[in-house]
């Protein structure tokens, strides 16, 4: 039977917005609505907060969820992703489906949670990251990505979406993300990748203070999305 974990990484050391996981979002730590959606989803084995701070502890006591204290090495501005996830892996050796939950998008509920874990494996599928599919003229480098210069000026509906990370979920079997890091020292995207496309809300993805602000507006103002947060 196939185990699947929930890891919410909390790290210490957000540089753009300082202890970003324990700013309150309409008075509650923003790492909580991670917690929680994770919890009502109902899909998971284990919830671990994977942190190199003790102090996060005491939220997976809180919740009555796992906690594993990372090595400080795991934990700098230079680590990577991939470091993380093997590290992981290594210490779980009963894991066979890791997924990433974020605490930078709160507006992620547990329906959807749910909903996308399912799709990834009815699809046998190795790796899956959420992105958002935005339709409008965009450029790399000063090159058009999607539309040309010499033609008519393109309807935004009319244009290949590029497809931007959000990352609110990322998740990976863990015999291919190993068999990838071991060969190539970067297993985030192993074996069959989907992109999975989310709308709405749940593209409100927090960075900055800016971010914070907006995300902290539409929460107070939201009364529907609260109560469809907290009854899911």
């Not at 998971?44 to 009555?64: C, G, P, Q, R």
């Not at 204290?69 to 795991?74: E, I, L, T, Y």
């Amino acid at each position: 039977m196939t185990k699947i974990f929930a890891m919410i990484p909390v790290r210490m050391g957000s540089q753009r917005l300082k202890k970003k996981n324990f700013a309150l979002l309409n008075k509650r730590p923003l790492l909580e609505y991670a917690i929680i959606a994770a919890k009502k989803s109902k899909i998971f084995d284990k919830i671990y907060l994977n942190s190199e701070s003790a102090d996060v502890e005491k939220f997976a006591k809180k919740f009555n969820i796992e906690f594993y204290k990372r090595d400080p090495k795991f934990a700098s501005s230079d680590t990577t992703s991939d470091e993380v996830v093997r590290d992981f892996f290594k210490t779980f050796n009963d894991v066979d489906l890791l997924v990433w939950v974020n605490t930078t998008t709160p507006f992620q509920t547990a329906k959807e949670i749910r909903t996308i874990v399912k799709y990834f494996i009815k699809k046998k599928a190795d790796t899956l990251i959420t992105v958002e599919n935005k339709y409008a003229h965009s450029n790399y480098n000063n090159k058009p990505l999607n539309y040309l210069t010499t033609s008519k000026f393109a309807r935004t509906q009319d244009l290949k979406p590029v497809q931007t990370f959000i990352y609110s979920l990322m998740m990976w079997k863990r015999k291919s993300f190993l068999q990838q890091y071991k060969k190539y020292r970067s297993g985030i995207f192993s074996g069959k990748v989907i992109l999975y496309p989310i709308k709405g809300l749940s593209t409100v993805m927090i960075k900055t203070i800016d971010n914070f602000k907006l995300a902290n507006f539409i929460m107070k103002q939201n009364k529907s999305f609260k109560l469809e947060y907290f009854k899911n």
